[in-house]
């Protein structure tokens, strides 16, 4: 069997290099997968490519710059893992590339417009290469949808959703990421609730959420694309939420201020914290801890007509959090290098991965996993 050429973009960025390291790392992938670190350092592409082993190589590679489609070809580009965000403000040139060069396309995005809008505008480039292309696979819609599948399997009815994620205090940040969050911070996001679209503010107002073996942390609400895709995914009858928990409640007691001073107009652009936020956040990280986590909490109608609400937790120790939005990419990418065809055209992550194929991932990591009966609501 040949081996499929892999190319991570962003091979060496705290995303990229968990994947790397995941696809080289594991001997029956390692086989199928002939590996290219890509990134426009061509030293740190390199210099990571050499620490793996297998064949793997470091090239450089400009995602922006033209041309792009004709380099996938010359290298025999079989698989495009992008994992160079924010792609909040990205368009689609990586995968149209990919696609034009005859290749399969994976990216971590959870930019909602981003996600929601690929389907759409790539189907047709895609089903023409007959060739797959997968956007978001990462913590959401890939993870949190097939923990929905699971909580609800046979369910008659699904009335909410809610999800929140909980980094630990020392999760690597990054100027870019908190550009993008900081961009939509404070402005009214369209939210599933009450069975009608609601605007919400982003990062405004946190409130308390539980978790199985974590402590209990304020959670604001963010935007992403499960948002959009559950409520009519899974015909949710009243509400989808989302929220990010920050472990220390002073930096998202920070973020609702900003929140706060955008709404009222005092601060109209926020992004433009982003590089002092970067330089400045780690002088909380003594008030931190290692452990970050997610709990995903649904509540309805089961099989039988009965009242139902459960959580699924995930509690994540010694700073290992970060692998959990990288597994979904790496499982799809096995997939591929082991000859397994994902469906043509292009799509969302929602539903690909049923929830036990993260389990050998998760115990890689030790990370824990419980599901919780919880009192149904009345």
């Given amino acids: 069997m040949t081996a499929l050429t892999t190319l991570v973009l962003g091979g060496y960025g705290n995303f990229g290099a968990r994947i790397c390291r995941a696809l080289a790392g594991d001997p029956a992938t390692a086989r199928h997968v002939a590996l290219l670190v890509a990134g426009r350092d061509a030293a740190r592409a390199q210099a990571l490519a050499g620490t793996l082993g297998h064949g ?22 079989g698989l495009v893992i992008h994992t160079a965000g924010p ?14 060069a005859g290749a399969h396309y994976v990216d971590l995005a959870d930019g909602r417009r981003f996600v929601c809008d690929f389907p759409a505008a790539m189907h047709g480039p895609f089903t023409a290469a007959q060739r797959t292309a997968v956007t978001g696979a990462s913590t959401v819609p890939a993870l949190s949808s097939a923990v929905i599948d699971h909580l609800c399997a046979g369910w008659q009815r699904i009335d909410s959703i809610d999800i929140c994620i909980a980094p630990a205090q020392r999760a690597p940040r990054g100027q870019a990421t908190l550009a993008a969050v ?11 609730e009450g069975g009608r679209w609601q605007p919400r503010r982003g990062w405004a107002q946190p409130s308390r959420v539980q978790f199985h073996r974590l402590r209990p942390r304020l959670g ?60 400045t956040g780690g002088v909380l990280d003594f008030l931190g801890t290692p452990l970050g986590g997610m709990v995903v909490r649904a509540a309805g109608t089961g099989a039988q007509g009965q009242p139902c609400r459960r959580a699924w937790h995930i509690a994540a120790d010694h700073d290992h959090g970060p692998e959990i939005p990288c597994m979904a990419a790496i499982l799809l990418a096995r997939r591929l290098a082991a000859g397994h ?38």
């Avoid at 792609?87 to 034009?100: I, L, M, N, P």
């Avoid at 900081?182 to 599933?192: F, Q």
Wanted: proline share 10%; charged share 15%; hydrophobic share 50%.
């Fill in 56 to 77: 793997a190589r470091g090239v450089a590679l400009d995602h922006q710059a033209p041309g792009l489609a004709a380099t996938l070809r010359q290298w025999g580009v």
């Fill in 87 to 100: 792609f909040q403000a990205q368009g689609y040139g990586v995968a149209r590339a990919a696609a034009e």
């Fill in 182 to 192: 900081l961009s939509y911070c404070g402005l009214p996001i369209p939210v599933w």
């Fill in 220 to 279: 604001a609400v963010c935007d992403i694309p499960d948002l959009e895709i559950f409520p009519a995914h899974y015909r949710v009858a009243d509400r989808v939420t989302f929220r990010a928990a920050l472990e220390v409640g002073l930096a998202q007691r920070t973020f609702a201020a900003i929140a706060a001073l955008r709404g009222w107009g005092i601060l109209p652009r926020p992004e433009m914290l982003a590089g002092l936020m970067d330089h």
């Fill in 341 to 378: 065809p994902l469906p043509t055209g292009a799509h969302t992550s929602t539903g690909l991965l049923p929830l036990e194929a993260f389990a050998p991932e998760f115990a890689r990591w030790g990370m824990q996993t419980d599901v919780v009966e919880e009192p149904a609501p009345p």
